[in-house]
T-cell receptor, first 114, second 112 residues
Framework: KAGVTQTPRYLIKTRGQQVTLSCSPISGHRSVSWYQQTPGQGLQFLFEYFSETQRNKGNFPGRFSGRQFSNSRSEMNVSTLELGDSALYLC?????????????FGEGSRLTVL | TQLLEQSPQFLSIQEGENLTVYCNSSSVFSSLQWYRQEPGEGPVLLVT?????EVKKLKRLTFQFGDARKDSSLHITAAQPGDTGLYLC????????????FGQGTELSVKP
């Protein structure tokens, strides 16, 4: 069974640009969550999607957005990038929403903003 | 805002020593999970505890959920170099779907 796949693995952007990150969940998993990981703040919840609907959102500005497609694949977008957006962005999938079952994480997309 | 305070942040020990990592909060969680993350990889689930007072053992690792479901601990017996990694506790707030609140993590280094 293939794991959670995130692309790209690494990317470098400059301030003011925008970025789109992609996540393909484990086959059969319908819930996808996104987390931002930084040395200072640890892992922070961005949002959760289930059946193409955002079910939960963390305390991030509106520059952070996401969506989920009918095949459960998800994308997140960050607009007007700031230096502080440099982080590892982790996607996790699980079978269903409604309760915190085991999250299966991808390897992450490491974003550097210059 | 729900927070999970994890301690210690860094731990460097010799092979064979025992250690305990703590995770504390003023909030109640419906469940608490422990993950381990290695460099360049995403976190991998070690255990989920659900019932207050629950104790789970996974080989040399013992996990405990506090009676009030606000705190948890991870105890490793006779640590080995292969235990090196970042250990993360994560609490599930009640009624918030799949959202997890993560602790800051404990960076464990076990020297041979």
């Amino acid at each position: 069974k293939a794991g959670v796949t995130q692309t790209p693995r690494y990317l470098i952007k400059t301030r003011g640009q925008q970025v789109t990150l992609s996540c393909s969940p484990i086959s059969g998993h319908r819930s996808v969550s996104w987390y931002q990981q930084t040395p200072g703040q640890g892992l922070q919840f961005l949002f959760e999607y289930f059946s193409e609907t955002q079910r939960n959102k963390g305390n991030f500005p509106g520059r952070f957005s996401g969506r989920q497609f009918s095949n459960s694949r998800s994308e997140m977008n960050v607009s007007t990038l700031e230096l502080g957006d440099s982080a590892l962005y982790l996607c996790a999938s699980t079978l269903r929403t409604g309760s915190a079952g085991e999250l299966f994480f991808g390897e992450g997309s490491r974003l550097t903003v210059l | 805002t729900q927070l999970l305070e994890q301690s210690p942040q860094f731990l460097s020990i010799q092979e064979g020593e025992n250690l305990t990592v703590y995770c504390n909060s003023s909030s109640v969680f419906s469940s608490l999970q422990w993950y381990r993350q290695e460099p360049g990889e995403g976190p991998v689930l070690l255990v989920t505890v659900v019932t207050g007072g629950e104790v789970k053992k996974l080989k040399r690792l013992t996990f405990q959920f506090g009676d009030a479901r606000k705190d948890s601990s991870l105890h490793i017996t006779a640590a080995q170099p292969g235990d090196t990694g970042l250990y993360l506790c994560a609490g599930a707030p009640a009624g918030q779907g799949g959202k997890l609140i993560f602790g800051q993590g404990t960076e464990l280094s076990v020297k041979p």
